[in-house]
């Protein structure tokens, strides 16, 4: 079911702890550039990224850059709404910032849900991984940890170097896209069977941590 | 006053000297490697002064005034301006063509003499501009200097008596000299907490020795799992987020002559106020005033800011009544800005997703800091209510752009705001608001709402 000249509009949100480089992944995903130092984000921060996808698909990609620290959560729980993918983020240079990652998780889990009683597409983001030792080094099995969790993926990121963070955003599109052609495919109760369930059914748990 | 443009004068007769060397050089370095031992030749780097000289020489208007003296005046700076980009059409043809007829090389003098007279007009006029500038700016500083004086023999040492009076307010409006804003400040947001220095230095004190406890603690605290109490640990936030306070002001950063201050502050109202703690925002708010006033006094214009209702509701992030807040803003944003307002709701834009930056920073982190600092003279005078009127100024400022774009579009410029805002036009829109519906005032409104919560933003409530 190519839809040709398609256009998408997604709300991602970027979440995880204060200074976990949220906002750096986001200025190095939207506007190609890189400091030192972001002032610290208050409430959310707003950017657009407009993607060609395939052969003449526009995706647009609204990226809500939310604000770190665990006191807002009330707060900022009314920016999840209508959400439809995520990007959740530690720093591989500070273990609290990951063991806060699977509370985020449940945040969001409990504030959101498709129609069909899944989680929307979250992406692990272990960024700084300049600085970091590589994930399997880290003691982290980040493999079983994805599945058990219920992230799609997992990718190292380094909003310094710029690495991965095209990969992850493409990776959490498709995601996105999966859940979406599932969701339709439920709603319309078809009995056609397209190649995209496949791709649902085997990314449903890690698809491996590309570093 | 001549002393700038003199030194302006100076360095640029220099600069461009050194680039004339260089390039000569640069020149005769090319003339040598790609003709082997062809000597650059001298004719065409024709030193332009030169030729200036020849030609004045030639035309019988030697440089009467040419070699006077080094105090040059700003028609000297024009004679000499234009020479490097238009002699050239003075120079004679090389000698194995034929020379220029007369007719054509009394053309080419004629061209060039319009030329020099333009650029002299473009220049001068240039030079009238910058006079003006300056002109202005000496006058800015002047009354400057005057309200301070006004500020400093007048106002502040008759405070009580003075503060409500209609021209003081006056002049509150128009900004706060830089050198009494900080005592200003002070006054008027007043110390009713009652905190002392004696008071700051004991929490600095317990703020550091936590500090130090932990840091000791540290590896074992981190191996073992952390509770959410350990990582909200205020101490570690404050660290984290003092670099990225003004950061492209370079004076918090570690090593900055502020980053100290930032920390002591932040830390001494994490141990005064325990049940607040530290929250994101605080650092913005406790950095303007470093800037403006000594730490410990700082330290008490701070912690009593924060005391006040609108901030303590943002800072211990009481959502209902800052849903409150929200709601009464939008009373008056519809009230003041019908069109747009609609615009908003059309688009789903609500206000928590631009005041919240706004309320938490009071402006700091969103506007210029200069004209933050205008904003908060006036916060200081008239309360939270001019934080919101603020906003609705801002909103109305920027309403034609606003009302053509779309959710993201207006949510991104309203979470950036423009570098250059101008001050005294938003000032102009801050004062156009009016803050009264249905003859009900800002606090009326606010009181109401508080009670009868369930008339709140419609948008909001879950």
Redesign the interface.
């Known amino acids: 079911m190519a839809s040709a000249g398609k256009e998408h509009l997604y709300k991602v949100l970027v979440i995880g702890?204060?200074?976990v480089g949220k906002t750096s992944i986001i200025r190095r995903y939207v506007h190609h550039t890189y400091?030192?130092?972001?002032?610290?984000?208050?409430?959310?921060?707003?950017?657009?990224k407009v993607l060609r996808w395939g052969a003449d698909d526009t995706v647009r990609l609204?990226l809500w850059d939310i604000?770190g620290?665990?006191?807002?959560g009330?707060?900022t729980r009314?920016?999840y709404r209508e959400a439809t993918g995520a990007f959740i983020v530690f720093d591989m240079t500070r273990?609290?910032t990951f063991?806060?990652v699977l509370?985020w998780k449940a945040d969001l889990d409990s504030k959101l849900m498709l129609a069909d009683g899944r989680g929307i597409a979250t992406v692990l983001l272990a960024n700084k991984c300049e600085q970091g030792h590589p994930l399997p080094a880290n003691g982290l099995k980040m493999e079983q940890f994805c599945k058990e969790h219920g992230f799609a993926g997992c990718f190292e990121t380094s909003a310094k170097d710029n690495l991965n963070i095209d990969e992850a955003a493409n990776f959490l599109v498709t995601q996105i896209m999966a859940s979406e052609h599932a969701l339709l495919r439920r709603a319309a109760a078809t009995d056609t069977v397209t190649p995209q369930l496949d791709r649902r059914r085997r990314s449903d748990g890690c698809v491996g941590c590309l570093k | 006053m001549t002393a700038p443009s003199l030194l302006l004068y100076i360095d640029r007769s220099l600069f461009a000297r050194k680039v004339k060397d260089s390039r000569s050089v640069e020149h005769r370095d090319a003339g040598w490697k790609l003709f082997g031992k062809v000597p650059p030749r001298e004719g065409p780097v024709k030193d332009p002064r030169r030729i200036q000289k020849e030609y004045e020489t030639k035309t019988g208007r030697a440089g009467h005034s040419n070699l006077t003296s080094p105090r040059q005046n700003v028609r000297k700076n024009l004679d000499f301006e234009p020479l490097s980009t238009t002699a050239l059409i003075l120079e004679d043809r090389p000698a194995n063509l034929p020379a220029k007829p007369a007719e054509e090389a009394e053309k080419h003098r004629q061209q060039y003499e319009e030329m020099v007279a333009q650029a002299k007009k473009r220049e001068l006029k240039e030079a009238q501009k910058r006079k003006k500038q300056l002109e202005e700016r000496c006058k800015l500083e002047e009354s400057i200097g005057s309200a301070a004086q006004t500020w400093n023999q007048e106002i502040l040492p008759n405070w009580s008596a003075m503060c409500t009076s209609r021209r003081v307010r006056d002049l509150w409006w128009q900004g706060i000299p830089p050198s009494v804003r900080g005592k200003v400040w002070s006054l008027a947001v007043g110390n009713e907490l009652n905190i002392t220095h004696e008071l700051y230095n004991i929490c600095l004190a317990r703020a550091k020795e936590k500090c130090r406890s932990t840091a000791a603690n540290a590896p074992e605290a981190e191996s073992q799992d952390s509770g959410s109490s350990n990582r909200e640990s205020s101490l570690e936030l404050i660290k984290l987020d003092i670099s990225r306070t003004f950061p492209q002001l370079c004076i918090f950063q570690q090593g900055g002559p502020y980053h100290d201050v930032l920390h002591s502050i932040l830390g001494a109202y994490t141990c005064y106020r325990p049940d607040v703690g530290y929250v994101q925002g605080m650092s913005f708010i406790a950095a303007v005033l470093i800037l403006n006033l000594d730490t410990a006094d700082a330290f008490i214009a701070f912690a009593n800011l924060l005391n006040k209702p609108c901030q303590m509701a943002f800072f211990r992030v009481d959502h209902s009544l800052m849903l409150t807040y929200f709601a009464a803003f939008e009373v008056f944003f519809e009230e003041n800005l019908p069109k747009l307002f609609a615009h908003f709701k059309k688009n789903n834009l609500t206000p928590d997703i631009y005041l919240i930056d706004w309320i938490f920073t009071l402006y700091s982190k969103s506007l210029p800091l200069d004209l933050a600092s205008r904003v908060w003279d006036v916060f200081c005078r008239d309360g939270d209510e001019f934080l919101f009127r603020t906003a609705l100024g801002l909103l109305r400022l920027f309403q034609d752009v606003l009302t053509g774009m779309d959710f993201i579009h207006m949510a991104q410029f309203l979470t950036r705001l423009p570098d250059l805002v101008p001050a005294e036009q938003l000032f102009q829109h801050i004062a156009a608001v009016h803050m009264t519906s249905r003859n009900r005032k800002w606090a009326q409104v606010l009181q109401t709402l508080q009670r009868d919560p369930e008339r709140g933003s419609p948008v909001l409530k879950r």
Request: negative net charge.
């Open positions: 702890d204060l200074g400091s030192h130092n972001y002032r610290a984000t208050i409430g959310v921060d707003f950017a657009l609204q604000a620290q665990e006191r807002f009330n707060m009314v920016y273990p609290s063991e806060a509370k």
